[in-house]
């Protein structure tokens, strides 16, 4: 099949392809692939667009509040690079296999300008199999009515990792209401002492077959302790439980948290690259 000169929204006609695609790499497609097994292609559902050049099992990309590369070649990358610089940018980071994001980037740069940030190296760990650590037992659901004991953490999380405050444009509305969620989806951990946060971490995405886990911190007062290792330990359990992979990206630099997920059992099956934008 000719592929089309520019990248076309994906339709509903297309669906069973998606899906295939995103079932072929499921640790590093776990983002888009559970908002597509949850609500299909639509747009307006998997609040985004899906983007192909002559058919998703040759080329596919999620265009949303993260620009997703999924697959395709150097043509197929040049497509999406010109449709996004052809329409309000819409995302506030470029993220996925490096060898995708990184081309990407460099053709978005020259219209969007400088990234507040890029982390061209950061490993997709994944583990499947028994755990080489034991786990916190007392990591557990965090419950609705402890929002405001977890809220806190996980603010501190946000600006250690990504280095700007989440609340800084809405008073932590949009935040609150993104952390609220994850709690009643029964998605966010922690080990809970004395009304303060021990350990947490949430399963940002959970697609058919995999939970990517996110947010990893521990409190700087039980930093030193273990609590890393056997806190992240009990939420890999948690998704491995039902029958998933448990995965998580770490940046290279992190030299800590890569020895933490190292003798937790994760090993390396790829390497993502997020590009941060103001």
Same mark, same amino acid.
């Given at each position: 099949?000719?592929?089309?000169?520019?990248?076309?929204?994906?339709? *509903?006609?297309?669906?069973?392809?998606?899906?295939?695609?995103?079932?072929?790499?499921?640790?590093?497609?776990?983002?888009?692939?559970?908002?597509?097994?949850?609500?299909?292609?639509?747009?307006?559902?998997?609040?985004?667009?899906?983007?192909?050049? !002559?058919?998703?099992?040759?080329?596919?990309?999620?265009? !949303?509040?993260? $620009?997703?590369?999924?697959?395709?070649? =150097?043509?197929?990358?040049?497509?999406?690079?010109? @449709?996004?610089?052809?329409?309000? @940018?819409?995302?506030?980071?470029?993220?996925? @296999?490096?060898?995708?994001?990184?081309?990407?980037?460099?053709?978005?740069?020259?219209?969007?300008?400088?990234?507040? &940030?890029?982390?061209?190296?950061?490993?997709?760990?994944?583990?499947?199999? =028994?755990?080489?650590?034991?786990?916190?037992? $007392?990591?557990?659901?965090?419950?609705?009515?402890?929002?405001?004991?977890? $809220?806190?953490?996980?603010?501190?999380?946000?600006?250690?990792?990504?280095?700007?405050?989440?609340?800084?444009?809405?008073?932590?509305?949009?935040? %609150?209401? @993104?952390?609220?969620?994850?709690?009643?989806? !029964?998605?966010?951990?922690?080990?809970?002492?004395?009304?303060?946060?021990?350990?947490?971490?949430?399963?940002?995405?959970?697609?058919?077959?995999?939970?990517?886990?996110?947010?990893?911190?521990?409190?700087? &007062?039980?930093?030193?302790?273990?609590?890393?290792?056997?806190?992240?330990?009990?939420?890999?359990?948690?998704?491995?439980?039902?029958?998933?992979?448990? *995965?998580?990206?770490?940046?290279?630099?992190?030299?800590?948290? %890569?020895?933490?997920?190292?003798?937790?059992?994760?090993?390396?099956?790829?390497?993502?690259?997020?590009? $941060?934008?103001?």
């Amino acid at each position: 099949m000719l592929k089309l000169l520019g990248a076309k929204q994906v339709g *509903s006609r297309d669906l069973e392809d998606v899906r295939r695609v995103l079932d072929a790499d499921p640790v590093a497609a776990c983002m888009i692939a559970a908002r597509v097994e949850e609500c299909g292609v639509d747009p307006r559902m998997i609040h985004g667009e899906l983007w192909s050049r !002559g058919g998703p099992l040759s080329s596919l990309c999620f265009a !949303g509040a993260n $620009l997703v590369p999924l697959r395709g070649d =150097p043509d197929d990358i040049r497509a999406f690079a010109d @449709r996004a610089c052809r329409i309000p @940018r819409m995302c506030s980071s470029v993220v996925g @296999r490096a060898e995708l994001a990184l081309p990407l980037w460099e053709m978005l740069e020259l219209d969007w300008g400088t990234a507040r &940030e890029v982390r061209p190296e950061q490993p997709l760990l994944a583990v499947s199999e =028994p755990l080489a650590c034991p786990s916190d037992p $007392l990591v557990r659901q965090v419950r609705s009515d402890e929002l405001e004991i977890y $809220l806190p953490a996980a603010i501190a999380m946000f600006i250690e990792e990504v280095g700007v405050d989440p609340r800084a444009n809405d008073g932590g509305r949009g935040y %609150r209401h @993104r952390v609220a969620s994850l709690i009643a989806a !029964g998605r966010a951990w922690a080990h809970i002492e004395d009304g303060q946060v021990v350990f947490k971490a949430e399963v940002g995405s959970m697609s058919a077959r995999c939970g990517q886990i996110q947010g990893v911190w521990v409190n700087p &007062e039980f930093r030193g302790q273990g609590f890393g290792v056997t806190g992240t330990a009990a939420v890999a359990e948690s998704i491995m439980a039902t029958g998933r992979i448990a *995965s998580l990206y770490v940046n290279s630099f992190n030299t800590i948290a %890569r020895s933490t997920y190292s003798r937790v059992g994760f090993r390396q099956v790829a390497t993502f690259s997020t590009v $941060l934008l103001d």
